[in-house]
């Protein structure tokens, strides 16, 4: 007898697993056509409020889009470099990237970063499929990979021993809705929400789970309909108690249904989750997942952030080594994430020919020597009753617990000593540094009383 039933009530009765609540930390990898021109303006996220806030997204792997601008930098890089060449040639070269790229190489990469699982994108908005499907795209002949990239990163990556998921933007596809995005608000309206499209989606899933087996479906924007996600979700866990869903499940159809000033309060509320880069959670979800945020406050539920080590997901060869995170920050993200309770989801945005960045490379084994000595502090992990101390003279320190003891860690490198008088809790226990507490970020045990 099948435990869940496609209903909010039965799906709310589902518990995070353990597993994921241990892990801490994960690589997102956004690779695909957008990957060969690897182009986006540099900087942050422009003002989302602004009418063509997408006319210079800093996120490479929207290129497609971002190209349907004519003054923006992205169409003078193309007409530059590829004249008018549309986007859907770049397949060619990316799939002579894929295979020569190396999936073992990576995962054995993401192994030594100190990361427990991996989230694989496996259709972005461009709807290119990383897999080859028997459900084909209607619009785009020939819109997937042959080579099986998704079955290969899966294998490779639990060979390293490591957990794998599966990204699917079921909100957007510009195969079926070739309409420019220019802003937030055109995002969500631009959203499929027919019927094709939504068996189209429902179809990818079940595969995705059927052949790969994922620990982890992160969905992205939305989904077309409620009826539809329930169905897919309950599947999900009857086959994987131990896995888990995002809350990126806005039910296009019923969205826009309804009368206009309904509809008005909906894009006020979605404005102000967008604010504070989180989308609006559906009545279902397992974990709350922001994306670039600077807040790692505890959230009311279980949570992830993400971004890329730049300002982008899709590998962009104008970031240089000077602007992007270096691996101290890295640490200090991911140490301010667990401490109130979240997840840090890395992106990793591999180039177009199947080789990871330099440049990334460097910082992810740089945490993972740093995690190497001072995992014990992050791994398996909870928030303790105070999860932020500053010191007399400005030290900024967070706190974790696991099985009776405290950990203390410094977001400096200094080997100076902290004086913890005023933490309640601590009194009498006894602290020992965690290896050399010089590196990234200092370290201190203190025993359980």
């Not at 986007?87 to 790229?101: M, W």
């Not at 309904?262 to 974990?287: C, G, Q, T, W």
Request: aromatic content about 14%; overall charge neutral; glycine content about 8%.
């Amino acid at each position: 007898m099948e435990k869940f039933s496609p209903t909010f009530d039965s799906l709310n009765q589902h518990v995070l697993p353990s597993w994921f609540d241990d892990a801490k930390f994960g690589i997102f990898i956004h690779w695909g056509l957008y990957s060969v021109p690897a182009f986006a303006p540099f900087g942050p996220n422009p003002n989302p409020s602004a009418p063509d806030m997408m006319r210079a997204s800093p996120y490479a792997e929207w290129y497609e889009n971002t190209l349907k601008f004519p003054d923006s930098e992205t169409a003078a890089f193309h007409k530059k470099h590829y004249g008018d060449v549309p986007y859907s040639e770049f397949r060619t070269a990316f799939e002579k990237g894929a295979a020569a790229s190396s999936p073992t190489e990576w995962a054995e990469i993401f192994r030594q970063s100190g990361a427990k699982y991996v989230t694989l994108v496996t259709k972005h908005h461009d709807g290119y499929l990383l897999w080859p499907s028997k459900h084909k795209n209607p619009h785009r002949q020939n819109w997937q990979s042959r080579i099986d990239i998704v079955g290969n990163m899966a294998a490779a990556t639990r060979k390293a021993g490591l957990r794998f998921g599966t990204y699917y933007s079921g909100g957007l596809d510009w195969t079926f809705n070739t309409a420019r995005v220019d802003n937030g608000r055109a995002m969500i309206a631009s959203m499929p929400r027919d019927d094709a499209h939504d068996r189209y989606c429902l179809d990818h899933y079940f595969e995705l789970i059927q052949r790969y087996k994922p620990d982890y479906l992160w969905n992205d924007i939305g989904y077309p309909t409620t009826a539809s996600a329930l169905k897919l979700i309950a599947h999900f866990y009857n086959g994987n108690p131990d896995g888990l869903i995002n809350d990126r499940w806005l039910a296009a159809r019923e969205f826009f249904e309804g009368p206009q000033d309904e509809l008005i309060e909906r894009f006020k509320r979605l404005a102000s989750f967008l604010k504070n880069h989180r989308p609006p959670p559906p009545p279902h979800y397992d974990v709350i997942t922001p994306e670039y945020s600077t807040e790692t406050k505890s959230l009311e539920k279980k949570w992830e952030t993400t971004r890329g080590i730049g300002f982008s997901f899709g590998y962009n060869q104008m970031e240089t080594d000077s602007q992007l995170m270096n691996a101290k920050g890295i640490v200090h993200l991911l140490i301010n994430c667990v401490a109130n309770g979240g997840n840090l989801l890395l992106n990793v945005g591999p180039r177009g020919d199947g080789t990871l960045c330099p440049m990334q490379v460097q910082r992810l084994k740089s945490v993972g020597d740093w995690l190497a000595v001072n995992g014990e502090a992050i791994y398996g992990t909870r928030p303790w009753q105070q999860s932020v101390f500053e010191t007399k003279d400005g030290r900024q320190v967070r706190f974790t617990t696991k099985d009776g003891a405290v950990y203390a860690l410094a977001l400096d490198e200094s080997d100076e000593p902290i004086n913890f008088q005023g933490v309640a809790g601590l009194q009498g226990r006894a602290a020992v540094p965690l290896g050399n507490t010089v590196g990234h970020a200092g370290v201190w045990r203190f025993s359980a009383p």
